[in-house]
């Protein structure tokens, strides 16, 4: 029921293989080699395709930077996450210039996203919020400040009502994962 935290600054990038950026992998859950969910955030600093991942749903949010362009679709840092199939491996056109994403992907399970600005109320086994530019999170009698781009998350939470403020509030999102398809 503990609340564990991590910053994409404490993470060191990784390069990809195609050279067009790096990621910074904050979790793999609920195991590094099988996971069931896995987000990161990534620097996409120019154009090319994103890897394949067959089997597994994606989401990705702009958080720095004008946006990229995915499936002929404009991404920009206001938009809600956009959510693709990750077998299809889509061509992605930087905007004007390199941008930051969040990656979330699911393997197995079912994740739903809802922005933060609401009250969670956790029924599911696993509940997170990522935050762009940071806040508080408070959940039941316990408070915890977020840096920016910080993820948090809880397994097995109480069912206590999650409150998250922030003064940019707009770019944050609970993340609630179940293992029901």
């Given amino acids: 029921m503990s609340w564990s935290q991590i ?3 404490q993470v060191q990038p990784q390069p990809w293989k ?20 896995r ?10 395709p994103f890897s394949a991942y067959p089997g597994v749903q994606r ?14 679709w404009p991404q920009g840092p206001e ?4 959510h693709f199939d990750g077998a299809l491996a889509p061509e992605a056109e930087l905007l004007q210039g390199p941008c930051r994403v969040l990656n ?40 915890m400040p977020l840096a920016p781009q910080t993820l948090a998350w809880c397994e097995e939470p109480a069912r206590q009502s999650c ?9 944050a999102w609970w993340l609630s994962w179940s293992d029901a398809p």
Avoid: K
């Fill in 163 to 171: 409150v998250f403020t922030a003064p940019e509030a707009r770019q």
């Fill in 39 to 48: 987000i990161s955030v990534a620097a996409v600093e120019r154009d090319g």
């Fill in 79 to 82: 938009d809600a996450p956009l």
């Fill in 104 to 143: 979330l992907m699911q393997r197995r399970g079912r994740l739903q996203i809802l922005p933060a600005d609401q009250v969670l109320r956790p029924d599911a086994p696993w509940v997170g919020l990522f935050t762009t530019h940071g806040g508080l999170l408070e959940h039941g009698h316990r408070a």
């Fill in 7 to 9: 910053s994409a600054d």
């Fill in 59 to 72: 989401w990705l949010a702009v958080l720095q930077g004008t946006g990229l362009r995915l499936f002929d």
């Fill in 18 to 37: 195609n050279g067009g950026g790096s990621t910074r992998e904050l979790l793999a859950w609920p195991h590094a080699h099988d996971w069931a969910l």
